[in-house]
């Protein structure tokens, strides 16, 4: 991995065609976004702002000559591969992966409290989805009744799921580009910071009671931020296992399984296990009686 991470940064122009290739596939751009925060990271902001307004500049040639429209595809693809020097650069700045990930979960409170407020209908925008959606239930023999609950229950977590999904778009990339970038250090300090990892106090103590009114109450608020903060307490609950895996010398094949388990059917059950755990952490620290530096 080391020798590739050097050949992408050798020359700017391997970075911008692997990033045009990238962005242009949905299920994958995040690898695009990635390299934009690989390469901020090594090389400062201005080499990440010119080569995502390469990339963009040649993504959107290929957008316009499979048909779409270039402003808008330029749009989408601007901010995907401008997201990825934002992250870099927050990292840069807070100097920690921890505070970055307080910082992007914050941020994603923040715009869903301002989309929950300023967008009072925000699945208008996205009718044709939840139509094709529902003509695809009723072909498969889904009751109607059942239908409209679905359809009902997409209306009200719209901007919860739309809000976790660019938390997951930003994170992603987060983890990727800072583990490639420390793999050029001859002492990584990635492990060391993902280990360490933690909502911390001024998100952790809200989010904890946040959950707790989420069994009494289902407000609006409280149903699109649920999904944000669960996977936030998610993530924190990852690198407690990862930390006491490292401690106690676990065997590789015990964080390979909670891996395995995210998997469905137990997709689920092991989210919210992992989100207990990290919940649980800010509450008593789990890592503070750790014999060995997380």
Known sequence: MKS?????????????????LF?????????????MTLVTLSRGGQQGV???????FGASLLGWFWGFSLIEFSVVVGATLLSGVALGIALRWTGTLSL???GLVLFCIVGTLLAGFLWSEPAALMAPVIDQAADWLRSSGTPEVQIANIIEGWDRLFIGFITLGIFLQLMVPLLLGSWWAAILNVQSQFGQQFRQLRMGSFLGIPGTLFMAASLVFDGPIIQNLFPLILIGFWFQGISVVHAWGEARQW?????AAMYVLLIP????????ALASVGLLDNWINLRAHLHVKV
């Open 251 to 255: 065997n590789r094949g015990l964080m």
């Open 23 to 35: 962005v242009t596939a949905p299920l994958i751009s995040f690898v695009s976004t990635s390299l």
């Open 4 to 20: 590739f991470v050097e050949w992408v940064l050798a020359r700017r122009y391997r970075l911008v065609i692997l990033a045009i």
């Open 100 to 102: 970055t990930f307080q």
């Open 50 to 56: 010119t080569s995502a307004l390469m990339t963009t």
């Open 265 to 272: 059917p137990f997709t689920g059950v092991t989210i919210f």
